[in-house]
């Protein structure tokens, strides 16, 4: 689009201007009055100079006016005008913020776009979710009431199922409670100093039930005797409860997951690598995502809510970190992420008062 340029227009009307004026001078000149040369060249001239001043003042206080409403019905930029600015500079600057303006919208509508498809499948993603256990319950309810709670050893087998299928429901939104609450950012981070090993061997204490039933092993590596960070160890030990549960779930029987600590600089850099399933390449984009599994049937970890990645994303992110997932089929998963160095070298109060 070529650039307007109004003073050029003003201009080009202003010598129209001198002409009709020289024509008009020299018409009275040889009607009326006898002028000297040098009048019946001044005095159109001047009409000329003084039609431009007019004209460049008159359409710049117009366009600056005619501008200030529109600045002011799009609201989106602050009006810059000086009042020293040229009018070819003023509307120069309108089309330049109206451009910026417009890709501005197009930006918020692709995100509009963007948040509303992304509303849609959660929505399809939480009803898939909540349906599963929903109908089972349904289905051993309805066995019991058609003569199953007849017989004691179905009435007991079905109770449990149903409780089970009530038990992941539950655990469910309790997920999706929690993410919801964090993406809110409802429950600030109570950031203190803490032992990384502690927290480590508290989590494998509260999986080695399930960690025994499949002969799963769990190690832990670290550079230092202590791994003292600076993080909120309750949203932390859910980071852990969630990577290594899934190792568990995800692993061969026999399997193992080796979670090392090393120190870079200043922060620990955590590493838990597993020799389990390993995912797909092209999965690996969208993994964080809430409801996101590997698995087409969605029944590979069916105690699992899908949310369980997303909560460790959040987490991770909320302590200014990233975490990074690399895993080969058949080989095995690595997730890895770092955490700000503590500078104490034992535990703290939560007061940040040295125990020891
Ligand atoms: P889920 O409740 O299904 O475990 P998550 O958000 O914890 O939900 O995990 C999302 C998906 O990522 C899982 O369904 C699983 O397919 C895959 N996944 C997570 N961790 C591992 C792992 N260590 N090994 C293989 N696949 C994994």
């Not at 120069?92 to 919208?105: F, I, L, M, N, T």
């Not at 309805?142 to 409780?163: K, N, V, Y």
């Not at 980071?239 to 692993?251: K, M, P, R, W």
Request: include cysteine; proline fraction near 3%; aromatic fraction near 10%.
């Amino acid at each position: 689009m070529r650039k307007a340029r109004p003073s050029i227009l003003i201009l080009s009307g202003s010598i129209l201007f001198y002409i009709l004026s020289f024509l008009f001078t020299l018409f009275i000149h040889l009607q009326f009055v006898t002028l000297s040369n040098t009048l019946l060249f001044l005095i159109p001239l001047i009409s000329g100079i003084f039609a431009y001043t007019i004209f460049y003042f008159i359409i710049k206080r117009f366009v600056q006016f005619r501008m200030s409403l529109i600045y002011r019905s799009i609201q989106t930029f602050e009006n810059e005008q000086r009042k020293d600015q040229s009018i070819d500079d003023l509307v120069a600057q309108g089309e330049h913020d109206v451009k910026e303006w417009k890709q501005k919208r197009n930006q918020e509508i692709d995100k509009l776009k963007e948040q509303a498809a992304f509303r849609k499948e959660f929505l399809g993603n939480l009803a898939h979710e909540l349906k599963t256990p929903v109908f089972s319950i349904q289905g051993y309810i309805d066995s019991l009431l058609d003569g199953g709670m007849d017989d004691p050893a179905i009435l007991q087998t079905f109770l449990e199922r149903a409780s089970k299928s009530t038990e992941r429901m539950s655990h469910i939104l309790e997920d999706l409670d929690q993410l919801t609450k964090l993406e809110l950012e409802r429950i600030p981070l109570d950031i203190r100093s803490f032992d990384l090993l502690e927290l480590v061997k508290e989590t494998f204490e509260s999986l080695e039930l399930i960690a025994k039933e499949k002969k799963f092993s769990l190690f832990i590596q670290s550079s230092d005797p202590y791994c003292y960070v600076n993080a909120d160890r309750n949203k932390l030990a859910q980071v852990f409860l969630n990577l290594t549960s899934n190792a568990i779930s995800y692993g061969k029987e026999n399997g193992k997951l080796t979670i090392s600590i090393v120190q870079i600089d200043d922060t620990y850099n955590i590493q838990l690598k597993d020799n389990g399933l390993g995912i797909d390449p092209q999965h690996l984009p969208r993994l964080f995502e809430r409801f996101y599994r590997v698995e087409k049937s969605r029944n590979r970890n069916e105690g699992g809510s899908g949310l369980g990645l997303a909560i460790v994303k959040h987490i991770i992110e909320s302590h200014g970190q990233q975490i990074q997932v690399s895993s080969t089929v058949g080989i095995g998963t690595t997730f890895t992420f770092s955490l700000e160095k503590s500078k104490a070298t034992g535990p703290v109060s939560s007061r940040g008062i040295p125990l020891k």
